[in-house]
């Protein structure tokens, strides 16, 4: 039986979520919420290191971070396309987890991946609360869907300060050393292992300057807030 989450966060490759968003999964994590990671894709076709190099990777980052759950649903890496199949894989996901919360990357950045998967999942959150699509499994509906930076920092609705977890995230990422790191067999010079994580790093403290914290990670939406009062 497949566990329910609290927390669902997709990304196309193994390392895109961590990139985003590794210390708010280990700060929710600390405070009890059950947080899983789905990525979308195997990273075949990635200039360094290998499928199994990369499966191995995301399982370390993933305990790391302690996560509930951790899936890849096998879809084409640069094939992200906007088919049927494709949401309804998605959507299965959603539905076997049954999460309050889910993040996607958001919607603008270099990576066309990136944008693909932030598209399937919102087109997914969608289809998941339809009773009559894949009537098979039950409905989902849910909450809200955030949406997390990974190359391009944009707008930020909301951050959450990771300053006592950074050191996590710096763990977190430290795991994918096929990507982050240069090593002699490796020839393939990627915007990767030209000193990304600091960069990162350098970002994530920027976002955090807005509130005076040392470390934070932006979030952006597009459904609206609902208070009762300011």
Known sequence: MTEQLDILVFGAHADDVEIGMAGTIYKHVEAGYRVGICDLTFAEMSSNGTVETRKQEAEEAGKVLKLTSRSNLGLPDRGLFMTPDNVKAVTEEIRAHAPRIIFAPYWEDR???????????????????????????????????????????????????????????????????????????????????????ERVKSRDRLVGQRRLVPFAEGFAIKSPFLVEHF
């Open 111 to 197: 990576h066309p991946d990136h944008v693909a998967c932030s598209k399937l999942v919102e087109e997914a959150v969608f289809n998941a609360k339809l009773r009559r699509y894949m009537p098979e499994s039950p409905f989902v509906n849910v909450e809200q869907l955030y949406f997390y930076f990974i190359n391009d920092l944009g707008k930020a609705d909301l951050i959450v300060d990771i300053s006592k977890q950074y050191d996590m995230k710096e763990k977190a990422l430290s795991c994918y050393r096929s990507q982050f790191e240069k090593s002699e067999s490796e020839t393939v010079v990627t915007p990767l292992n030209q000193g990304y994580i």
